[in-house]
């Protein structure tokens, strides 16, 4: 019996106990595998996640490759400030890299592109929908100032005035980082523009007589204060609309009737003047030169008389009897060709001899009709 706890209690383990324990001699084997299955997949796990910090570095660098077009430029902003100095900070086209945002910002600047900008005074309140199908909203009773602009003219009128312009930058490095918003700039001074040149011309100057000037001087006004701000900017052109007020449409029509109707009165009275003076000058010239054929004609016949005078004078002074009968004789047959019939002298006494000449037959004269 005393044996039985000895042998209990010896060295021997008992099996039972073992297993309730979960101590053995095969423990440390399964502790080594377990060990070497996750050290192999903590390596595993580990090689991934190396593969995976490669690819995100390489594809945050490869991030900074930009492009630029070709008619663009591009400015790098590290931290804010431009990287480079003169021309080298403007990239021109083609293939460039940057660090990725937030270390580096690409900006990009248009160069030949043509820029538009629109005034936002002026006009009469409307929406770009109504803009691109040319609706308009019904007309007021007047204008509301709160929504609808104007402009003031010089002779103390009202008139609806909106400018376009298209411009191109010409040193975009200065236009995009001198200002704060230069496109606004822009549009500020178009607008100022607008309202500068409106004060100096009459509302008929504006809308009718003068329009081609008043754009002229609208884009005159825009390049002058262009340059004083240093805005770096060309104008290429200046587009200007202008209407009456809506309110008096109706009477600005009448208006243009008229004038138009004057305009072509005083042209059918310049073409009939012009006509009645061509006439006239034709005329004038018709009888000048009539007048010059009548006075060479007239002296030819003058000259040629007296050199037919001068001529028969010699003649004449030998024997005048002779001559005057030869010339009275030429004179009577010339004289005497289409008569009807003459009369020789009445007598061959020394008295005057007596011509008498039947040169026309009487008129024949109707005979009165007598009842039957």
Not at 76 to 102: C, D, M, N, Q, T
Not at 187 to 208: E, P, W
Not at 233 to 244: A, M, N
Request: glycine fraction near 6%; include cysteine; charged fraction near 20%.
């Amino acid at each position: 019996m005393s044996e039985e706890p000895n042998s209990m209690h010896g060295g021997e383990s008992d099996p039972g106990k073992t297993r309730a324990g979960g101590a053995g001699p095969d423990m440390p084997e399964a502790l080594d595998s377990s060990s070497q299955a996750l050290a192999e997949a903590l390596s595993s796990s580990f090689t991934v996640v190396k593969v995976l910090m490669v690819l995100m570095v390489a594809g945050f660098f490869a991030s900074g490759f930009f492009t630029v077009g070709p008619q663009e430029k591009a400015v790098i902003l590290r931290f804010g400030r431009p990287v480079g100095e003169g021309e080298k900070r403007l990239l021109g086209a083609g293939l460039h890299w940057s660090f990725p945002y937030p270390i580096d910002d690409v900006v990009r600047i248009p160069i030949t592109q043509q820029q538009v900008v629109t005034s936002t005074i002026g006009w009469y309140h409307t929406t770009p929908e109504q803009e691109l199908s040319g609706e308009e909203l019904p007309v007021g009773p007047s204008l509301n100032p709160a929504v609808d602009g104007y402009l003031i003219t010089g002779d103390r009128n009202i008139v609806h005035s909106r400018a376009t312009l298209r411009y191109h930058v010409e040193d975009p490095f200065d236009f995009t980082f001198h200002f704060e918003a230069a496109s606004n700039l822009v549009q500020n001074v178009l607008n100022n523009a607008l309202l500068y040149t409106a004060a100096r011309f009459k509302v008929d100057d504006i809308l009718l007589n003068q329009v081609a000037a008043f754009r002229e001087a609208v884009q005159d006004r825009v390049e002058d204060m262009a340059q004083e701000e240093h805005l770096d900017i060309v104008v290429e052109q200046c587009d200007v609309e202008s209407r009456p007020p809506r309110q008096l449409q109706a009477v600005f029509d009448q208006v243009t009737i008229a004038r138009q109707n004057r305009n072509k009165a005083l042209i059918d009275a310049n073409s009939y003047t012009n006509q009645i003076l061509s006439q006239a000058q034709g005329m004038a010239s018709t009888i000048l030169s009539q007048a010059s054929v009548y006075s060479a004609n007239y002296l030819t016949n003058v000259v040629a008389e007296a050199r037919r005078f001068n001529d028969l004078l010699p003649l004449y002074r030998d024997n005048p009897n002779l001559f005057t009968q030869q010339y009275l004789v030429n004179a009577m047959a010339e004289a005497l060709t289409n008569t009807e019939k003459w009369m020789e002298p009445l007598s061959d006494s020394g008295k005057s001899t007596e011509v008498r000449l039947m040169l026309n037959r009487e008129p024949l004269q109707p005979k009165p009709v007598t009842g039957s």
